[in-house]
C-alpha cells in the first residue's frame, strides 16, 4: 500500500468524524457563501467551531483551531480573487500599500493576543464583532456617505491597524470592515470590493503563519494538525468550490434585500449559538 492510500486509510478509520464533519462544513460553507455573497471567514467559522466540537476536539483549543483553519482556506481564496480583480481594474494599489504596514501590524497584534487569549475570549469577540455586522446587513444600506475621501493620517492608518487585529481574532479576511470603510468615504462598491481583495492577503497569510507557529506543540489537538491549522481543511476549498455554484443559483431567485436579512439573521443565531456556550 503507498503512503497516499495509508493516508487515506487513517483518516477514514481513525479520525472520520473530523473527515466527515470538515467535508459537511465545507459544502455548507460554500452553499451559504455563493447564497449570501460573502467572504468564506463568515461562514467557516461558525461551521467549523460545530464541526471541530462533533470530532471531540478539546474545548480550550477549538476556537484556536478554527480560526487558523478559516483562515488557510481564505489565503488561497483571496490570492484567487484579487488576480481577478486587478485585471479588471478594481483595485485601488495606492490604498492597499498605505494600509497594507499597519493591517500586518494589526494582524501581528492579533496573533499575539489569540495565542495567550481563551477559546471564551475569542467567542466573545465574535459576539461583539458580529451582532455588530448583523445589524448593519439588518440596515442594508449601501449608499450612507461620512466624507468624499479618505481620512488623513493617521486615522486611517489606525483604521487599518483595527481591521487586522479584529480580523485576526475573528478569522475572516478583512473585507467585512475593509468594504463599508471605503465606501462610507467616497469610494464607489466596485473599488471598494475590489481593494478589499487586495487587504485580505494582507491579513490571511501572515494571520495563517501566525496560527501555525502559536500553535505549535499544543497538546490536544487533532492529529495532522499544523499548529493551529488543521491539514484536513484541505477538503473543505474543494468542496466550497463545488457547492458554491448552487448558491449562487438560489441567490439569482431571491432579492438583495431577502439576502441581507438572511445573513443578518444567520449572523444573529451564531452570535446567539455563541452567547449560549459563554454563558451556560
Known sequence: MDAASQTILAL???????????AVAGLLAGFLSGLLGIGGGGVLVPVLYEAFGAAGVAEDVRMHLTLGTTLAVIAPTVLRSLAAHQARG?????????????IVAGVGVGVVLASSASSAALRWVWVVFGSALAIKMALGRDDWRIADRL???????????????????????????????????????LQAVGTATGIGPIIAIPG???????????????????????????????LAIFAAPFGVAAAHTISK?????????????????FLWTLLA
Not at 441581507?260 to 449559538?273: G, N, Y
Open 208 to 238: 495563517l503563519i501566525g496560527y501555525v507557529v502559536s500553535g505549535w506543540n499544543v497538546a490536544g489537538l487533532p492529529p495532522y494538525s499544523l499548529g493551529y491549522v488543521s491539514a484536513a481543511a484541505v477538503l473543505i476549498m474543494p
Open 151 to 189: 481620512p488623513a493620517a493617521p486615522w486611517l492608518e489606525v483604521a487599518a491597524f483595527a481591521i487586522g487585529l479584529v480580523s485576526t481574532l475573528m478569522g475572516i479576511g478583512g473585507a467585512t470592515f475593509t468594504v463599508p470603510l471605503l465606501t462610507l468615504h467616497g469610494r464607489s462598491l
Open 257 to 273: 434585500r431577502s439576502l441581507e436579512i438572511a445573513f443578518a439573521i444567520f449572523l444573529a443565531a451564531v452570535v446567539a449559538r
Open 12 to 22: 477514514t478509520t481513525g479520525w472520520g468524524p473530523l473527515v466527515a464533519g470538515l
Open 90 to 102: 478594481s483595485v485601488d494599489g495606492a490604498v492597499v500599500r498605505r494600509m497594507g504596514p499597519w
